[in-house]
């Protein structure tokens, strides 16, 4: 059992126990760290004395530690091939973790936000489509938003999507075999309201609601001693529990190695 808490308005007494120290014999007590923490530089709106300070707070109250964005796919590979990988970050959070003696965990594997647009893109039209849209008559992205990827134009094909997912699982956890003892292999899945379980994204469309299974199996594959957990947040709204539920119900009926829920803390 994890409990994840931010780094801001934590009460302090005269002689505070760590939170760690306090919840020892309960369970993990971690945070999400960004770039600066686990490189020691100052970045955006943080200066030096800040991050320093950072630092100083995760090493004394907290003995897990997750990503805030740099495990991502759109931070950690924003590029197709090989080279495509920018792993400083992701290398910076293993070592930062190691030497403080604090367990990571990886967050994200598959997620349709904060992915790049190559991914999805190949030139299968969707079914029906017989000719492309015209980009110059696209919606322009919103101030400070992304373009998100176009499902009624050109895109991979079901094999080909699979194929980059399985290839981005197994080179990001290969590498941190070992290390990373637990990922959040999918991400925001289901959907908010309406009957339908799951949300519309590339991934259910371009290769279909299992694509979750495939995911669990090529992280599977990848590390079998790691535990592979499911993550979503509002799992406080009754109608979306019961999706979480059935979600989940059906991998395990299918022997999907699903081993764990991770509650995301958007709580209403």
């Known amino acids: 059992t994890l409990l994840f808490l931010g780094l801001s308005g934590l009460a302090m007494a005269d002689e505070p126990a760590a939170l760690k120290d306090a919840f020892k014999d309960h369970f993990l007590v971690g945070t999400a760290v960004n770039r600066s923490i686990v ?3 100052a970045g955006f709106r943080r200066d030096a004395d800040l991050v320093a300070g950072d630092i100083a707070l995760v090493k004394a109250q907290f003995n897990q530690i997750v990503a805030e964005n740099d495990m991502k796919w759109m931070m950690l590979h924003p590029r197709a091939g090989a080279g495509g990988y920018d792993f400083a970050a992701t290398d910076a959070l293993v070592e930062f973790g190691e030497a403080n003696h604090m367990e990571i965990a990886g967050h994200t594997l598959v997620w349709h936000s904060q992915t790049p647009n190559w991914v999805f893109e190949g030139t299968h039209l969707p079914p029906g489509v017989e000719k492309a849209p015209d980009p110059a008559e696209a919606e322009p992205p919103r ?4 373009r998100p990827f176009n499902l009624d134009g050109p ?6 999507l699979l194929e980059r997912m399985r290839e981005h699982i197994h080179t990001v956890m290969g590498r941190c075999k070992g290390k990373i003892k637990v990922w959040d292999v999918v991400n925001e899945a289901i959907s908010d309201g309406g009957d339908e379980v799951l949300r519309k994204t590339p991934w259910s469309v371009i290769i279909g609601p299992d694509f ?3 995911a669990f199996e090529y992280a599977h594959e990848a590390d079998p001693d790691a535990i592979l957990r499911y993550n979503d947040y509002g799992l406080e709204n009754p109608e979306k529990r019961a999706k979480l539920i059935k979600l989940i119900t059906s991998m395990k009926e299918q022997g999907v190695p699903v081993m764990a ?4 803390a958007h709580l209403n």
Request: aromatic share 4%; charged share 35%; glycine share 16%.
């Open 212 to 214: 979750i299974n495939k």
């Open 261 to 264: 829920i991770g509650s995301q």
């Open 143 to 146: 101030r400070g938003r992304f």
């Open 39 to 41: 490189t020691g530089q």
């Open 155 to 160: 895109r991979a094909s079901r094999e080909e």
